[in-house]
């Protein structure tokens, strides 16, 4: 079946250590997200790809990092720099990042779920 | 700045009813309009959208009004299920920008 896998569930960090958590998605999608969800808030988005090596920030990038080496991956790294990183996390992919077939929704994954231990 | 506003955290219907959740928005740039399903411990699901260009769209139980003036989405659940109760987050975009701001969320709670 087609669709976003986020590994893993449950991630716990130490203080002071980066972590990675895993986005595969097998849509072909073009374009990919990285959300960040906190208890009764919305979701934020953290960073954007619309292409293979190219990605953009989104509102709340600092203390994180990503990269786009393969079209069905998106792998988010949540640095040491960030300074509340516990969340619930979520990528997304949609079908192309430049509009050409008109608005299409964003597909999400199941989640990883940050603590710092 | 939030410019996508669900001002009612909460909502609790009788199955078999109508629910009605309501997102307000703030930027008049937006013109795609989403709704998402979200159950505990998962990703939001797609429900449903709605183009700028149109007042209303309609998927099986599920219709999204759009008034453009006052920038204001309802998404109408008919009739209501127990298996509807979920958090549901209004989101929007404007002129094919890659970025949803997303709304906080209403919890419905559809009562046996």
């Known amino acids: 079946d087609g669709g976003i896998t986020q590994s893993p569930k449950y991630l716990f960090r130490k203080e002071g250590q980066n972590v990675t958590l895993s986005c595969e998605q097998n849509?072909?999608?073009?374009?990919m997200y990285w959300y960040r969800q906190d208890p009764g808030q919305g979701l934020r988005l953290i960073y954007y790809s619309q292409i293979v090596n190219d990605f953009q920030k989104g509102d709340i990038a600092e203390g994180y990092s990503v990269s786009r080496e393969k079209k069905e991956s998106f792998p988010l790294t949540v640095t040491s720099a960030q300074k509340n990183p516990t969340a619930f996390y979520l990528c997304a992919s949609s079908i192309e990042g430049w509009g050409r077939y008109g608005n299409q929704p964003q597909h999400f994954g199941d989640g990883t779920r940050l603590s710092i231990l | 700045d939030q410019q996508v506003k669900q001002n009612s955290p909460s909502l609790s219907v009788q199955e078999g009813r109508i629910s009605i959740l309501n997102c307000d928005y703030t930027n008049s740039m937006f013109d795609y309009f989403l709704w998402y399903k979200k159950y505990p411990a998962e990703g939001p699901t797609f429900l449903i959208s709605i183009s700028s260009i149109k007042d209303k769209n309609e998927d099986g139980r599920f219709t999204v009004f759009l008034n453009k003036s006052a920038k204001h989405l309802s998404l109408h659940i008919v009739p209501s299920q127990p298996g509807d109760s979920a958090v549901y987050f209004c989101?929007?975009?404007?002129?094919?920008?890659?970025?949803?701001?997303f709304g906080k969320g209403t919890k419905l709670t559809v009562n046996p």
């Open positions: 849509l072909n999608h073009d374009a």
């Open positions: 989101a929007a975009s404007e002129g094919g920008s890659e970025k949803l701001v």
